[in-house]
């Protein structure tokens, strides 16, 4: 075979591996939960929770067409086994509290909302002593759908790798060094009277 032609196959394998192939994390950003991480109790980046303090908010956008009709608590009942209390808003979002859950169902259930209902799916926890414990996190648009990206108040950033998020019944956080999202610019962008309710209504 001529080099030609074996430079040729070299390249297409490179280029198959690090388009579609595992290679391909390589060229995503560089947070390092873009990586799959230990499990929690290995990983130096842990940051355990004690989702017991707080108080748990689903916060969507405008719905597709295709779960447009149903009501946001029964498909979580229905699909993800979850309860929860409607939050009135004057706005396109609609809002749950949600009864009960642990760490794992809770962010599985952001992750099945952006995929079949809306793109602008949150999770909002809201800490019943510490303020500076409040978190938002979100599905990572910029990842393979395995991966939430989140803030706490005081915008320390971190990863949550779903397929391990049952490894511990105090999650996976995953703390990092970059700063991808702003906890008041995710604020600011979600309905306001969740706050005042939210305050109002801790558990």
């Known amino acids: 075979m001529d080099p030609k032609s074996i430079l040729g196959i070299i390249a297409g394998i490179a280029f198959f591996y690090f388009r579609f192939g595992p290679g391909s994390r390589l060229l995503k950003k560089k947070s390092h939960h873009h990586i799959v991480p ?13 989702f017991t303090n707080y108080t748990k908010y689903l916060i969507v956008g405008e719905r597709n067409l295709v779960e447009k009709t149903e009501e946001l608590g029964k498909l979580l009942q229905d699909s993800m086994g979850l309860q929860s209390e409607k939050i009135e ?5 609609e809002v749950v509290k949600i009864q009960g ?4 169902d809770f962010h599985q259930a952001i992750d099945f909302l952006s995929a079949i209902a ?3 799916s949150y999770g909002y926890w809201i800490n019943k002593v510490d303020s500076s414990k409040d978190y938002i996190v979100k ?10 990206l989140g803030t706490f108040r005081n915008n320390q950033n971190f990863g949550i790798y779903l397929p391990y998020s049952d490894r511990h019944p105090n999650g996976n956080i995953t703390l990092s060094s970059v700063q991808e999202v702003s ?5 600011k962008h979600l309905p306001q009277q969740l ?3 939210a305050l109002k209504n801790l558990d």
Do not use: A, C, G, M
């Open 101 to 104: 859950s642990n760490f794992h």
């Open 195 to 197: 706050n005042e309710r």
């Open 183 to 187: 906890f008041e610019e995710l604020e």
């Open 139 to 148: 599905v990572d648009s910029q990842s393979d759908q395995e991966y939430l």
């Open 118 to 120: 809306s793109d602008e």
């Open 89 to 93: 808003t004057p706005s396109k979002w």
């Open 38 to 50: 230990p499990v929690p109790t290995s990983d130096p980046h842990w940051h355990p929770i004690d």
